[in-house]
C-alpha cells in the first residue's frame, strides 16, 4: 500500500515519491512551511519535522529580563546570601589542616603491622642494651693469674688488648625460629622483603594467620614474608 503525503494527505506513488524528516512527500508538496518554495534533499532544513528553506528557518531567540528595581533587588540578596553561606563555611572548616581517612580493612591491617613491626624493632633494640650493659668489664694486666714477666711494670695497671672483650662483638640476640625458603617472592611493598628458594630466614617472629617477620641472612634485610612461603628448620 502506497503512504500519504505530508502536505495533501494524498497518496504517493513510488515515481513522485521523496522519503524525508519521517514522512513521505510528492515532490511538488515539498516545499518550504513559509514561502511555499519547491524544495530538494540538498538545499532543505528540518525543524520540527517539517521542511523550510535557509531564508525562513525559524532561528531560536533568547529572552532578555529587564533589569527593574525589583530584580537588582533580588540579585543584590542572592550575592549577600551566598557570601554569608561561604563565610559560614570557611568558619567552619577553618583549623582543619587534615583529610578524614576511610577506618577499612585494609587500612586496619597495615595499621596492626605497624604497630607489631614498632614492637618487634623495639624489643631488639632493648635486648641490644640490655646485653651491652651485662658484658664483663675488661681484664687487666695485674689481674692475670699467670706471671708476665715481660711485659714493663708501667703497663701492668692497663687493659690487655687480646683479652678485652668489645661490645660490637656480641652477637644480637635471636628473638625467633629459623626457616627456609621453599618458594622465591618478590616483595609488593616497602615494609616486606623478597625471598629466592633456598633462603635461610632467622629471627623469625609470627604476626598473623598469613605473615611473619625475619632477617633474610643472604641480604641481611628485615620486613615482612608471606607464611606459606617458609617451613621450619
Not at 521542511?51 to 549577600?80: A, G, W
Not at 624489643?123 to 689481674?143: C, G, L, M, Y
Amino acid at each position: 500500500m502506497n503512504p500519504l503525503c505530508g502536505r495533501c494527505s494524498k497518496m504517493v506513488y513510488p515515481t513522485e515519491k521523496v522519503n524525508c524528516l519521517d514522512k513521505y512527500w510528492h515532490k511538488g508538496c515539498f516545499s518550504c512551511e513559509v514561502c511555499k518554495l519547491t524544495l530538494n534533499m540538498k538545499n532543505y532544513q528540518g525543524f520540527d519535522k517539517k521542511p523550510y528553506c535557509s531564508m525562513h528557518y525559524p532561528k531560536s531567540s533568547f529572552t532578555s529580563v529587564i533589569d527593574t528595581p525589583e530584580n537588582l533587588r533580588l540579585k543584590q540578596q542572592s550575592m549577600l546570601n551566598s557570601q554569608a553561606l561561604y563565610k559560614e563555611e570557611f568558619e567552619k572548616n577553618k583549623g582543619k589542616g587534615f583529610s578524614v581517612v576511610a577506618d577499612t580493612p585494609e587500612m586496619q591491617r597495615v595499621k596492626k603491622t605497624q604497630d607489631q613491626i614498632s614492637n618487634i624493632k623495639y624489643h631488639e633494640e632493648f635486648e641490644k642494651s640490655r646485653i651491652s650493659s651485662d658484658a664483663p668489664p675488661p681484664v687487666n694486666a695485674s689481674q692475670d693469674p699467670q706471671p708476665q714477666p715481660a711485659i714493663p711494670q708501667t703497663y701492668s695497671s692497663q687493659p690487655d688488648p687480646v683479652s678485652v672483650p668489645s661490645a660490637a662483638a656480641v652477637p644480637p640476640p635471636s628473638g625467633g625460629k629459623r626457616y627456609r625458603a621453599l618458594y622465591s617472592y618478590t616483595a609488593a611493598d616497602a615494609d616486606e622483603v623478597s625471598l629466592q628458594e633456598g633462603d635461610l630466614i632467622a629471627d623469625v617472629q609470627q604476626i598473623d594467620e598469613g605473615w611473619m617477620y625475619g632477617r633474610i641472612e643472604r641480604t641481611g634485610q628485615q620486613g615482612m614474608l608471606p607464611a606459606n612461603y617458609v617451613q621450619p628448620l
